[in-house]
């Protein structure tokens, strides 16, 4: 089936260290997404990707849409203790009721 | 305006028990979806109601499970009987407008469901 593949499964990380993750697939997707979850509620959405070779920024937040459309990569910069949490990449077709496919997640653990 | 809300929060019960979740979407919100993540893996789709009609259960993992959404407001989401392989989180959404490009999808805090 649909799968997206996200790397790396946990990071830590000293504060102030940027930080790397990327989602890749066999599949083309329409739509990337970036959320985070943090402890005891659910995902939020941090950044949407419409385009191939789209770069787009939220804060110290910056992400991509891969040029083949199936992968992305988000990046984490001057990270602080809140950044902690489980990051998922998710991937979108425009097509089939617009389905969300999400990554496994990336567990980010940041150290003051 | 409130978010989308679960209940229970937790749910600890013996396999082959009944459990049913309880999802309230953001109001006017006519899409509604349910999700699971079993530990550290994917989140992965379920069903996605357009108000009160299913419209794609292809994630419905086998017929223990059952989903509803009367009168096209909150859903439930019914295990029974439950297995172990059932125990993770359970999370719903909801969306405004599935019809445009890009429908942000609201996710509750989750419902942990645990399988003895």
């Known amino acids: 089936g649909q799968q997206l593949n996200q790397s790396p499964q946990s990071m830590f990380i000293q504060e102030g260290e940027d930080v790397s993750m990327n989602c890749t697939s066999s599949?083309?997707?329409?739509?990337w997404l970036w959320y985070k979850q943090d402890p005891g509620e659910g995902p939020v959405l941090l950044i949407a990707?419409?385009?191939?070779?789209e770069l787009t920024s939220n804060g110290r937040l910056t992400a991509q849409f891969g040029i083949t459309r199936k992968d992305s990569f988000l990046n984490i910069s001057a990270s602080i203790p809140s950044d902690v949490g489980i990051y998922f990449c998710a991937g979108r077709r425009n097509t089939g009721g617009f389905k969300t496919i999400f990554g496994a997640g990336t567990r980010l653990f940041v150290k003051a | 305006e409130a978010g989308v809300t679960q209940f229970p929060s937790h749910s600890v019960i013996e396999k082959g028990q009944t459990v049913t979740l309880r999802c309230d979407p953001i109001?006017?919100?006519?899409?509604l979806y349910w999700y699971r993540r079993v530990m550290g893996k994917e989140i992965k789709f379920l069903l996605h109601f357009v108000k009160e009609s299913k419209q794609d259960e292809s994630g419905m993992p086998n017929n223990r499970f059952l989903a509803e959404r009367t009168g096209g407001t909150y859903s439930t989401l019914k295990v029974q009987p439950a297995e172990l392989e059932d125990s993770g989180v359970y999370f719903c959404a909801s969306s405004q407008d599935s019809g445009r490009v890009f429908d942000e999808q609201f996710f509750g805090p989750g419902t942990r469901l645990t399988v003895l």
């Open positions: 599949s083309i997707f329409n739509t």
């Open positions: 990707l419409y385009k191939a070779g």
């Open positions: 109001s006017g919100h006519d899409n």
